[in-house]
Structure formats: C-alpha cells, structure tokens
C-alpha cells in the first residue's frame, strides 16, 4: 500500500511516498527556515504564502522520485492539526484536491500522532509485527510538550502535558537571550558542545503531584544568568564571550533533558509500560537521546533525526494504520490548530 503523506502544520512544505506504512520511498522537505531566522521566529502569513508556492512542486517531486503515479496511490495522507491555521489549510486544500481528482481515500491525521508514528520509518521493519505496547510517548513539537501512553493503535491517553512553555519554546528563548539566532534547538546544542560542566546548574523546575512539566521557570532562570554574566543585554560592541555562552548553554540544555528524562521514566513506571518513544524536534537533541537511553530501564526507541522534525514521511506513515483499520473518507475534514492527542 503506497500513500502520499503532506505536512504544513508549520513552515515546511513536506510531501513523501510511504509503502506499507514502514518504507520511505521519497521524503522531500522544503524548508522556510533561512526566511524566517531574519525574524527570530515563525511568521504565520509568510509561512502561509510559502507553503503554496511550494506545494505542488514539492509533491510532485515526491512522486519521481517514488516513481509512482498519483493516480496509483492507495491514499492521500494530511497533518489537519495542531498547527499555524493557514499552514494547515494550504495542505489540507491540497490533499483533498489530488485526492478528490483521482478518486483516492482521504485521510486526515494529527501532527502529533504522526510525530509517533516515525518510529515506525525501517525499511526492515514487517508492519504486521506489533511493538510491545503499552508505550510511553514524550512529545516535543512546536507549542507541545506531552506525555501520552499508547496501547495500541489509536489508542493514546494524554497523562501530563506542559503547563506554559513547551520545550521547543524554551530552547527558542534561551537561543535568543545568548545570542545563538533560530532554530535555538540545534544552536543550544551546537553551544553546549564546548562546554566545561564548570557553570553552577539551573533550577529544575516541577508541578507538584503531577506529571506536567513547567519550564517557565527555567526559562527566567536561564535569563537572570545572562544577565548576570553580561551576556544580556549584549554588549554595545555585539561581542559575546563564547566560552561563557558555552557553559551557560550546556547548564542549560542539562537542565532542560533532565526535566524531560526525570518525569519521563516516572510515568512509564508509573503506567507499566513495555518501551519508551522519543518524537517531534527536540527529540532530535543528542544529548536527551543519550540520557534517555542510558537512564530507562525499558528500551527506548527514537526516530533518526532527520524523521525528528517535521516531515510527510510520518504522516503517511500514520495513515497506513489508520487506514488497515478501516479509515474512510472524510471529505469535510476541516482544520484544527489547538489539535489535541489523547
């Protein structure tokens, strides 16, 4: 079964060709990243105006490279939400009018289901093998920071979430305060990598009697430290010392893993689960996939991290199980942007 999958839930154009809901047979990505960095963030209308002139080419790109025609899909895959509302509405237009031009099923799927689903993108994995449910889901997209359990396909239980920023925010903000430009995520972990473990460690922000996570706290934290070092404002002469940015960052990101490690592994003890899976942009952060790894007593199981950020492979990869379930057609599916999972 080859399906088309088409992610816009934010500023990359994405389509890619997934067979049997395992196998990659293309997977291009337009990214927006370069124009919105002289920003310092996403810029929803821009973004919007973007994804259309993207879309097509980026889809049909994805077909060569497949070398399958659309008319030969077995489905036509679409993020409906969470996402930027216009983003989403240039994909899901799109979706429905290939689809609905060749008479090929429709499908709809959550951003954060298919950020779950790119566990499942080897080609030497056999889809009809089920994974050790129940599994523990820590996801990190956009404005998300979720822990969800999943005991089957389909089947999620949204068991604690972030309570203001979400982890991705936080790196952003951070990324921002130390001078690292945008994406912070990839920057803070560029940064850290010279670090020296020698800056005092930042607070570990929690709820109490809850398994949500808080990294507002964090966030001010790592502020009121940049200011301290005169990192913050930066200095007239924009020069900031690269050593200091360094150990503030590494203290940082150490902060930030053990937030999410630390309530992690409370839930999958608290939940019995068989696996832990790791998804969405930051769980591309090396250093969070080591300590992981390291600390879970169950395995853990972590895309490749291109499969981390977003991209259509996941969404189509999603849409296979739906579809061997027994998916129908929903030609008056609409977006979602506040999309929830669980």
């Known amino acids: 079964m080859n399906i088309l999958g088409i992610e816009t839930s934010c500023d990359e154009t994405a389509a890619a060709v997934i067979e049997d809901g395992v196998a990659i047979r293309s997977n291009v990505i337009a990214s927006q990243e370069e124009l919105h960095a002289q920003y310092g963030g996403i810029v929803p209308e821009i973004a919007s105006r973007q994804h259309m002139k993207a879309m097509m080419p980026v889809v049909q790109q994805a077909l060569q490279q497949a070398d399958v025609e659309l008319g030969k899909l077995d489905g036509v895959a679409v ?12 994909g899901v237009n799109s979706a429905k009018g290939l689809a609905l031009s060749h008479d090929i099923p429709f499908i709809g799927v959550n951003h954060l289901e298919g950020h779950i689903y790119a566990s499942w993108l080897e080609d030497d994995v056999d889809p009809s093998v089920e994974p050790g449910f129940p599994l523990m889901c820590l996801i990190t997209s956009g404005g998300h920071t979720d822990l969800i359990v999943m005991r089957g396909h ?42 020296t473990g020698a800056e005092p460690r930042l607070p570990r922000p929690s709820v109490k009697g809850s398994l949500d996570f808080s990294f507002s706290g964090l966030k001010t934290a790592v502020l009121r430290r940049a200011e301290e070092k005169g990192l913050y404002p930066p200095p007239k002469n924009g020069e900031l010392d690269p050593q200091q940015v360094a150990e503030v960052s590494q203290a940082f990101q150490e902060a ?30 090396s250093h969070l996939r080591r300590q992981m790894a390291d600390k879970s007593p169950v395995q853990v199981v972590v895309p490749r991290p291109a499969l981390c950020t977003d991209n259509g492979a996941m969404i189509g990869a999603a849409a296979f199980f739906h579809l061997r379930g027994g998916a129908r057609r929903s030609w008056d599916l609409d977006v979602v942007p506040g999309l929830r999972l669980g």
């Open 154 to 195: 389909g089947d999620y239980t949204l068991i604690g979430r972030t309570r203001d920023d979400a982890a991705g925010e936080a790196f952003d903000k951070a990324a921002r305060v130390l001078g690292l430009g945008f994406p912070g995520g990839p920057a803070i972990q560029r940064a850290a990598e010279s670090g």
């Open 79 to 90: 993020t409906h939400g969470p996402g930027l509302a216009g983003s989403l509405l240039v």
């Open 256 to 285: 930030m893993v053990d937030c999410m490690v630390t309530r992690t592994l409370k839930a999958a003890e608290d939940h019995g689960v068989r696996g832990i899976l790791l998804g969405g942009g930051v769980a591309s952060n």
